[in-house]
Structures are given as C-alpha cells and as structure tokens.
C-alpha cells in the first residue's frame, strides 16, 4: 500500500523560504510521477509541480516557475519541493502525491495523497 508522508510546512514571512519533504512508500516508482498540489481556503485543488520519478523530467505551475524547485532523492523515496519568494498567494495545505506517467502534465488527477502539509505566508 503506498504511504506518503509530508513535513516542512510552517509559518513564514513573505520573501521567505520553505522546504517541503514527501516521504514514499509501498511500492517501487518507476514509471510514476510524483507531484505537488495544493488547496487554499474555499478554492479548488491546484496544480504546484511535479517530477517524472525515473527520468527526473519537472513541470511546474506558471505562478511557481522560477521561484518553486522540484528534486527527488531516489535513494531515500523522496521528493522535495523547494519554496523561495514565498507570496501570502502561496498560503495552502500543500499535498504530495503520486500518479502513473503519462497523460496531461498539469493535473490533480493523482492516484494516491498524503494527509498534507499547511504552509502559511505572511504579509
């Protein structure tokens, strides 16, 4: 059964810096991409980035690109989500989540979510 665990959300100022963790297991995932969505208040499921797990291929959101850094540690089933130039737009809880390859790039439409992590920014 594959688990996903987040961590790294917190309490920051805007201009400021998080790095979010997934924690992966249960499964191998080659073949899969690992991504990041997130939800704030009363809004939608957002697409945040996300990373080919076998070929390291990383797709993000426009109002990340630039500012957000998806990387992956195969050795430890990890998937990180480097946030810099935090804005209080960025408030949400963030999910990690999991898919097979293949089909549209920038979709919620996951497979498999961990409980999610809260990252609030300040202004």
């Known amino acids: 059964q594959v688990q996903l665990v987040e961590s790294g959300g917190g309490l920051v100022q805007a201009g400021g810096s998080l790095r979010l963790s997934c924690a992966a297991s249960?499964?191998?995932?080659?073949?899969?991409?690992m991504g990041w969505i997130r939800q704030a208040p009363g809004k939608e499921r957002e697409f945040v980035a996300a990373?080919?797990?076998?070929?390291?291929?990383?797709y993000y959101a426009d109002s990340v690109k630039g500012r957000f850094t998806i990387s992956r540690d195969n050795a430890k089933n990890t998937v990180y989500l480097q946030m810099n130039s935090l804005k209080p737009e960025d408030t949400a809880v963030y999910y990690c989540?999991?898919?097979?390859?293949?089909?549209?790039?920038?979709?919620?439409?996951?497979?498999?979510w961990g409980p999610g992590t809260q990252v609030t920014v300040s202004s």
């Open positions: 989540a999991v898919r097979r390859a293949g089909g549209e790039v920038v979709t919620t439409n996951y497979n498999y």
């Open positions: 249960g499964r191998t995932f080659i073949n899969y991409v």
């Open positions: 990373i080919s797990w076998s070929v390291g291929s990383t």
